[in-house]
């Protein structure tokens, strides 16, 4: 899952056997504190990606094995080198929160799948890496899985996005189904609205079920903790349907009650 997932997602660290939380949080402190550095507080955007530069510098020091300048890659490169985790997810994540930077229209659907294969889905092979089961398969149901989250938070978080500035629904997209930008400054939800909506909710949710049999195929902890995260998601989709995709004004969000449903879902996942 991407890292605004955790939001919707809590019973993930429940569920992690105890040897792994340290590792978990080691990764969850580089991705989020980087995460921030892309979006939070009024730095310029020249400063934010010298700040994010600077991550890359020090992920260089741990390939070479050189000393950490601050604890936070210290205690990274500890569990980079524990789990012989492979490099290249933390890079892929530096390279999403740096198009974050200077990007925020995607054209078509593949350039903003393109954004969820370096935001997303390297949360997902690291932990399929902690967990000694990054097969080419499973690697390849994680990705589809994260990406789903990544688009399920981009619908969610329409009003959000806007508010800084962000488009996640492909243009293309809006001109097809006649939406102008105009009508997300101004919340208009009307029958042009729904029916794109509709459409980027089924393209997540066949994306989710498509690929939900990783969480069938995972033993112990791991399986149970990913068929919650698959529920979890589906039940964002339902609650924006059932919101009549006005998340300008109702953004769909878990209460205590559906986590009972989850759960209950996930028990009779097959």
């Known amino acids: 899952m991407s890292i605004n997932h955790y939001e919707n997602f809590p019973v993930a660290s429940l569920l992690l056997p105890a040897r792994l939380r340290p590792a978990v949080r080691a990764i969850y402190a580089f991705a989020r504190s980087a995460d921030?550095?892309?979006?939070?507080?009024?730095?310029?955007?020249?400063?934010?990606?010298?700040?994010?530069?600077?991550?890359?510098?020090?992920?260089?020091?741990?390939?070479?094995?050189?000393a950490a300048e601050s604890?936070?890659?210290?205690?990274?490169?500890?569990?980079?080198?524990?789990?012989?985790?492979?490099?290249?997810?933390?890079?892929?994540?530096?390279?999403?929160?740096?198009?974050?930077?200077?990007?925020t229209r995607y054209s078509?659907?593949?350039?903003?799948?393109?954004?969820?294969?370096?935001?997303?889905?390297?949360?997902g092979a690291l932990m399929l890496h902690l967990y000694g089961a990054a097969t080419e398969q499973n690697l390849r149901d994680s990705d589809a899985i994260c990406s789903a989250l990544q688009l399920i938070n981009f619908w969610q978080d329409v009003a959000i996005d806007w508010d800084k500035a962000r488009?996640?629904?492909?243009?293309?997209?809006?001109?097809?189904?006649?939406?102008?930008?105009?009508?997300?400054?101004?919340?208009?939800?009307?029958?042009?609205?729904?029916?794109?909506?509709?459409?980027?909710?089924?393209?997540?949710?066949?994306?989710?079920?498509?690929?939900?049999?990783?969480?069938?195929?995972?033993?112990?902890?791991?399986?149970?903790?990913?068929?919650?995260?698959?529920?979890?998601?589906?039940?964002?989709?339902?609650?924006?349907?059932?919101a009549d995709y006005d998340m300008f004004r109702r953004r769909p969000k878990l209460g205590k009650a559906d986590w009972l449903l989850l759960a209950w879902r996930a028990l009779r996942m097959r």
């Not at 530069?53 to 020091?61: K, M």
Request: glycine fraction near 6%; proline fraction near 4%.
């Open 36 to 66: 921030d550095l892309a979006d939070e507080g009024d730095a310029a955007p020249e400063q934010r990606l010298r700040a994010l530069h600077a991550y890359e510098t020090a992920l260089d020091r741990i390939k070479h094995k050189q």
């Open 71 to 103: 604890s936070l890659f210290q205690t990274l490169g500890q569990v980079i080198v524990e789990y012989r985790l492979p490099l290249a997810p933390f890079r892929d994540l530096l390279s999403a929160f740096k198009q974050d930077v200077v990007t």
């Open 108 to 123: 078509q659907f593949p350039e903003l799948l393109d954004y969820c294969r370096r935001s997303a889905n390297p949360v």
């Open 167 to 242: 488009i996640y629904l492909p243009l293309e997209d809006l001109q097809r189904f006649g939406v102008s930008q105009a009508q997300l400054a101004g919340g208009t939800v009307d029958h042009a609205w729904r029916r794109l909506m509709q459409f980027e909710v089924q393209r997540a949710r066949s994306m989710m079920t498509g690929a939900q049999a990783l969480a069938l195929r995972l033993p112990g902890r791991i399986g149970w903790e990913l068929r919650l995260v698959v529920q979890g998601g589906l039940r964002i989709l339902e609650l924006l349907e059932a």
